[in-house]
T-cell receptor, first 114, second 116 residues
């Protein structure tokens, strides 16, 4: 079954450092997303990406965040200068045209900012 | 405004019994989709079932069914014949088609524990 692949599975970084979280969405999907989940809390929307541009973003997705689809397969989330409160599980998701097939999530990257 | 409400932070069910996880939602968009996801302790998000607002029948997927009551704005997940492997966090989510919340918006989740 097709899956969304995220790397790395865990990342520890110093406060103020830049991190890049990587995702390979399902190949025939057109819509891409980043979500985050702070430990024990709800899953929060960060950004959606379609047709090579951001289609929606949340209040969380401020100037510290950026997304890119540098080639036909990868989808990245960059956090420019990490803060302690950026520590969370970050999920990439993708979906095709049919919403009833659901959004397919990757297994997540656990980011710890120290 | 809270779009998705899951009022049960934790639920327990005996193995082989059925369990209902509650979800209510708020939208003025007539066209929307409702989703349920399972998050085991390993952390991944597993898509379980989808219900469209215009679907005439309640969705079913194996042991999962969705009790969709549109007038009450509720979309409860029913798991029949619970198994130990069903122990997990369950999230209800909604996506409006033309409203302001076109991204998938999640509830706070229900932690289900299946007892042997």
């Amino acid at each position: 079954e097709p899956e969304v692949t995220q790397t790395p599975s865990h990342q520890v970084t110093q406060m103020g450092q830049e991190v890049i979280l990587r995702c390979v969405p399902i190949s025939n999907h057109l819509y891409f997303y980043w979500y985050r989940q702070i430990l024990g809390q709800k899953v929060e929307f960060l950004v959606s990406f379609y047709n090579n541009e951001i289609s929606e973003k949340s209040e969380i997705f401020d100037d510290q965040f950026s997304v890119e689809r540098p080639d036909g397969s990868n989808f990245t989330l960059k956090i420019r200068s990490t803060k302690l409160e950026d520590s969370a599980m970050y999920f990439c998701a993708s979906r095709g045209q049919k919403m009833r097939e659901g959004y397919t999530f990757g297994s997540g990257t656990r980011l710890t900012v120290v | 405004a809270q779009k998705i409400t899951q009022t049960q932070p934790g639920m327990f069910v005996q193995e082989k019994e059925a369990v209902t996880l509650d979800c209510t939602y708020d939208t003025s968009d007539p066209s929307y989709g409702l989703f349920w996801y399972k998050q085991p302790s390993s952390g991944e998000m597993i898509f379980l079932i989808y219900q469209g607002s215009y679907d005439q029948q309640n969705a079913t997927e194996g042991r999962y069914s969705l009790n969709f009551q549109k007038a009450r704005k509720s979309a409860n997940l029913v798991i029949s014949a619970s198994q130990l492997g069903d122990s997990a966090m369950y999230f209800c989510a909604m996506r409006e088609i033309s409203g302001s919340a076109r991204q998938l918006t999640f509830g706070s989740g229900t932690q289900l524990t299946v007892l042997p």
